[in-house]
């Protein structure tokens, strides 16, 4: 069986969420803040972050990938950036699930730059950072883990298992 068991479960990921939003609500100066989801894996936890930042925020939405499937990446980061909104002169904050490589970051985050932002912060919810190749770190991470593969809250499996409410192990 593939799905092995609960590695972060549903309430450490709803306190932790809970946290760190906070946080970053605070933290992030005064003024318009546009927060970017990269899409897909990012959809639940960005859902859950922005309503813990106790301030008002516009969406976006960038649709990053990198793995054609299975749990080894392709290397490319395709970005498709049709509804990532007004960037400029705004504070950004860029959400992900993970960051592994740390190239989907990367990608995302010069990108964004060329709109002109006033700042780009970024928040994932699990740091990898065993397998970082690019120089680039989250500046708010969840939880970190060792190098192993997981699926549940968005986090899938060749598409399969976003939807589950926890974070498993998974062992294809
Ligand atoms: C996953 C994940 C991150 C990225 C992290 O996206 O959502 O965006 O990989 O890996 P990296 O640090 O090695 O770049 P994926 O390309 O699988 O697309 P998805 O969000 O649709 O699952």
Known sequence: MPLGDILISQTEIRRRVEVLGRQIGEAIPPGDLHVIATLKGALFFAVDLV?????????????????????????????????????AGRHLLV???????????LAVTESLRAHRPLSVRTAVLIGKPARREAAIEADYVGFTIDDIFVVGYGLDYDEKYRTLPDIHFFSP
């Not at 008002?56 to 499937?69: K, R």
């Not at 959400?95 to 970051?105: A, E």
């Open 51 to 87: 309503r813990a930042l106790g301030r008002e925020a516009t969406l976006g939405f960038i649709t990053a990938s990198s793995y054609g499937s299975g749990t080894e990446s392709s290397g490319k980061v395709l970005l498709h950036q049709e509804d990532i909104g007004e960037p």
């Open 95 to 105: 959400v992900d699930d993970i960051i592994d490589t740390g190239r989907t970051l």
